[in-house]
């Protein structure tokens, strides 16, 4: 009785430990406009510095993502310029992905608002992703915004890092940040989605001097409970035999 105790505790252990692994940056690539951006990572792969002030810069994994939870620390790293950092993910190319971005402080430009604070938005074909205008007041064609979070309290402060976690499943998308005026705060919460698998990377619009550091990512899927029982029973069944035909 003992060694099925053993069985069925280990088969559950095993369910609920993802395998979690940190994330090479060397083994990203700039996307879209290569002069928007400068991703200078460091030796190791564990960290990126994005170095330009200018158009929205973009810098994705090689691999493709569902089911994962992310985690790293990110923030400006100077007193200069108040706006974009963020992320992509389920990111399939500069018309299909989903973009996070936060912004210091509020701030026209050409008509249109960039508000202090998170925005959610999908982005689709048609959207303008390599200039300012559209990304800056999350409007235009393809571009559609799912949630924000805005207020004179809810900017990114400078030289202050935070710390990010992202759930992307199949269904539902959960964004925290840590640190600063935030603790563990749970900035979006979207369920009810049909996601597709895709590519993760960092965002910069209009700010430099933004570093991404110790990101990794972890598989959130799991054997069903049932399916882990049925197993464990089966080798219940086997023992229980074994031990009648011994005797």
């Not at 973009?58 to 569902?66: E, H, L, R, V």
């Not at 499943?169 to 996601?195: C, K």
């Not at 597709?196 to 110790?214: A, E, K, L, P």
Request: proline letters at 1%; glycine letters at 10%.
């Amino acid at each position: 009785m003992k060694l099925i105790n053993v069985i069925a505790s280990g088969l559950m252990f095993s369910a609920s430990v993802a395998y979690a692994g940190a994330i090479d940056l060397n083994t990203w690539n700039q996307s879209g406009n290569s002069s928007n951006g400068n991703w200078n990572v460091a030796a190791d792969g564990t960290s990126v510095l994005q170095t330009i002030n200018g158009n929205p810069t973009f810098f994705i994994s090689n691999d493709s993502f569902i089911n994962n939870q992310f985690t790293g620390t990110f923030g400006v790293e100077t007193t200069s310029d108040d706006d974009f950092i963020g992320f992509v993910f389920g990111y399939n190319g500069l018309d299909d992905f989903y973009l996070f971005d936060w912004k210091q402080s509020e701030q026209n430009y050409l008509g249109n608002t960039g508000s202090e604070g998170f925005t959610l938005s999908k982005i689709s074909a048609g959207a303008d992703v390599n200039s300012l205008n559209a990304l800056w007041g999350h409007t235009g064609n393809g571009i559609d915004v799912l949630d924000t979070d805005y207020g004179n309290d809810r900017g990114w402060i400078d030289n202050t890092t935070y710390d990010f976690t992202l759930n992307y499943t199949d269904t539902s998308i959960d964004i925290f940040i840590n640190g600063g005026t935030f603790s563990d705060e749970n900035i979006f919460s979207l369920a009810g989605l049909n996601n597709d698998s895709g590519n993760f990377g960092f965002f910069n619009s209009s700010q430099s001097q933004v570093r991404y550091t110790g990101f990794k990512e972890e598989a959130t899927s799991v054997p069903e409970s049932s399916t882990l029982t049925i197993f464990a029973l089966a080798i219940a069944g086997l023992f229980w035999r074994r031990k009648i035909t011994n005797k």
